[in-house]
């Protein structure tokens, strides 16, 4: 049975992704530091942490595995430098610091188009992140990079949300790594990577998810 921290568990693919790990039998214990407190549950450790003051010592470092779905926008944020702070610095603080205690498995919610080399400040930022994860030499670590992502989110954000009914409705015209990926599909698919824990490092297409 797998121990999972799960790091975004109050977004949109981190709630599928925190339901289907309580609700999975391989699953022992999730961890879910969250920034507000969420619904207690007998298998769910949920500290209330401050991410710019992690603990080192807490004992709930200590899992089997990581599924990061932590993620914000540069309007939410209010600024480029605290985007990427969450997206790229709070990432990879928790991936040192589970890694440090003993995880094995890491998969990361990034993006399709992720590159150092992108023209996009968020694409940049998500490889960036896709980097330093990869040196910290988790024996299994799976990159998952959806592109448009459906699902209904707490706070709806109108464009976002209009660009994706559009594209639903002419998905038979747009390339497959390019279409939709409903959230609950996202989150499977890093649950199950988690847990098998297959070793190497792996890239998992938009198309593929």
Not at 54 to 78: E, F, H, K, M, N
């Amino acid at each position: 049975m797998t121990t999972l921290l799960v790091l975004g568990a109050t977004g949109l693919v981190g709630g599928h992704l925190l339901r289907q790990a309580l609700d999975d039998p391989r699953v022992e214990r999730v961890v879910a530091p969250v920034r507000r407190a969420l619904d207690a549950h007998p298998k769910l450790d949920a500290p209330v942490v401050d991410f710019d003051a992690l603990p080192d010592d807490a004992s709930w470092w200590d899992v089997d595995a990581v599924a990061c779905a932590l993620g914000t926008t540069i309007r939410d944020a209010g600024s480029r430098e605290a985007f990427r702070r969450v997206d790229v610095d709070y990432v990879v603080d928790v991936a040192r610091r589970a890694r440090s205690a003993g995880a094995r498995s890491f998969v990361l919610n990034s993006s399709a188009g992720a590159s150092r080399s992108s023209f996009g400040f968020y694409l940049r930022c998500k490889a960036e992140a896709e980097d330093a994860v990869a040196a910290l030499d988790y024996p299994s670590y799976t990159i998952v990079r959806p592109s448009m992502i459906g699902g209904e989110r707490a706070r709806r954000r109108a464009l976002e949300h209009a660009v994706v009914r559009i594209a639903r409705a002419g998905s038979v015209l747009i390339p497959a790594r390019w279409r939709v990926v409903e959230a609950e599909a996202i989150a499977r698919g890093m649950l199950d990577a988690a847990i098998v824990a297959t070793p190497g490092m792996h890239v998992v297409e938009s198309d593929a998810i």
